[in-house]
C-alpha cells in the first residue's frame, strides 16, 4: 500500500466497505427484540481517555494516538521533509508558507492575483525548491497548527498597511535571506519567503523597497502553502543511477549546509577546459562549484 492509500484509509470512517461482520453488534441483535441499548456501569463510556495524544509525523501537530498524522496532512497527502522515504513520485514535502506581494484596491482582486502568482511560481523554472503552490484562501481545510503558530496572523490575505498586515510583512521580512545582507543561520525553509506577481522570489530588499513604492497603499501579502515533489520526481528519467546528484554542501545564500543536486557543467570556453561542476541548493535555488558527480 502506498502512503497516499494510507491516507485515504486512515481518513476513511470507521466501518466504511468493511467485509468484516461486527460481532458485537450480532450478539445483541440476535435472539432480542429490537430496543434501544442503554449504557451502564460495565458497558459505559470509560472516565478516562485508553490512549495517549501523539504528534503527527508530517508536521508535529498533536493527534489522537490511533491516527499518524493530522487532517490537514492527510487530505494533502503531505510527508516529513526532513524524513528519508520510499514515497512514490506522487508523494509531496511541505516546504512551509510563502507570501504572494500583490497590487490590489480590494481583497477579492488580492486572492485572485496571489492565486495566479502561486501558479506561476510552481511553473517558474528558476525557483527550483517550490514545485506547487496553494495559497490558503483555495485549501479545504484549515492550515495544521505548526504552520499557523509560527506566524503572528495567517489570513486569506492581508493590506500590508493594516495592523496585521505590518506585522506579517516584518516577520517574512526578518526570516528572509536578503541577497544584500550577510547570511545567517536559519532552521526554517525556504528562505524566500516573499514572492511577486509573476511568481519569482524577492531576495534583494532593493528590490523590495522598488515594489513597495510601485504599489504604494495598494500592496497586498496573500500566504500560500509551498510544496516539493519527492526526490524520486525531481530525479532526470534519463540519469544514470550509479552516478551521484545529490550532495549535503554549504550554501552561502542559506548559511547552512543544505542538499544540493547537479545541475550540469559550467560552459566551456574552449576544448581544453572542462568546465566546472554546477550544484544548485534544493532549499534556496543558488547555484554553486563543487566536485564534478563522475
Not at 503531505?78 to 508558507?97: I, M, R, Y
Not at 488580492?110 to 525557483?127: D, H, I
Not at 502553502?225 to 549535503?248: C, M, N, V, W
Not at 543536486?261 to 566546472?276: A, L, N, Q
Request: overall charge negative; glycine content about 6%.
Amino acid at each position: 500500500m502506498t502512503d497516499r492509500d494510507s491516507d485515504f484509509e486512515e481518513l476513511r470512517p470507521t466501518g466504511e466497505a468493511s467485509h468484516i461482520p461486527d460481532e458485537r453488534l450480532r450478539e445483541c441483535t440476535e435472539g432480542e427484540p429490537n430496543r434501544q441499548r442503554v449504557a451502564t456501569a460495565t458497558t459505559g463510556y470509560p472516565d478516562t481517555p485508553t490512549e495517549t495524544d501523539t504528534e503527527c509525523r508530517s508536521c508535529g501537530a498533536p493527534i489522537p494516538a490511533d491516527q499518524t498524522k493530522c487532517l490537514f496532512c492527510l487530505t494533502n497527502h503531505l510527508e516529513d521533509s526532513s524524513s528519508e522515504t520510499n514515497a512514490p513520485a506522487t508523494e509531496w514535502t511541505l516546504l512551509g508558507v510563502v507570501h504572494m506581494l500583490v497590487e490590489s484596491s480590494i481583497f477579492y482582486g488580492a486572492v485572485a492575483k496571489g492565486a495566479a502568482a502561486a501558479t506561476l511560481l510552481a511553473s517558474n523554472a528558476t525557483e527550483q525548491a517550490v514545485d506547487d503552490c496553494t495559497i490558503i484562501y483555495d485549501l479545504e481545510d484549515e492550515p495544521a497548527a505548526q504552520l499557523t503558530d509560527r506566524w503572528p496572523v495567517l489570513p486569506a490575505a492581508v493590506r500590508i498597511s493594516s495592523t496585521d498586515g505590518e506585522q506579517l510583512f516584518a516577520a517574512a521580512h526578518d526570516r528572509t535571506a536578503w541577497t544584500d545582507q550577510s547570511a545567517v543561520d536559519n532552521d526554517c525553509e525556504p528562505t524566500t519567503y516573499l514572492y511577486d506577481e509573476g511568481g519569482s522570489g524577492i531576495r534583494d530588499e532593493q528590490r523590495l523597497a522598488t515594489v513597495l513604492d510601485n504599489v504604494g497603499d495598494d500592496a497586498w501579502l496573500v500566504p500560500a502553502i509551498a510544496l516539493q515533489q519527492a526526490p524520486q520526481e525531481r530525479e532526470p528519467e534519463h540519469q544514470d543511477s550509479g552516478i551521484p546528484t545529490k550532495e549535503r554542501l554549504e550554501c552561502h545564500q542559506c548559511g547552512r549546509t543544505t542538499d544540493h543536486r547537479f545541475s550540469g557543467h559550467e560552459s566551456v570556453p574552449d576544448e581544453t577546459w572542462t568546465g566546472h561542476a554546477i550544484w544548485e541548493c534544493q532549499v534556496c535555488g543558488t547555484p554553486r562549484y563543487g566536485l564534478s558527480p563522475e
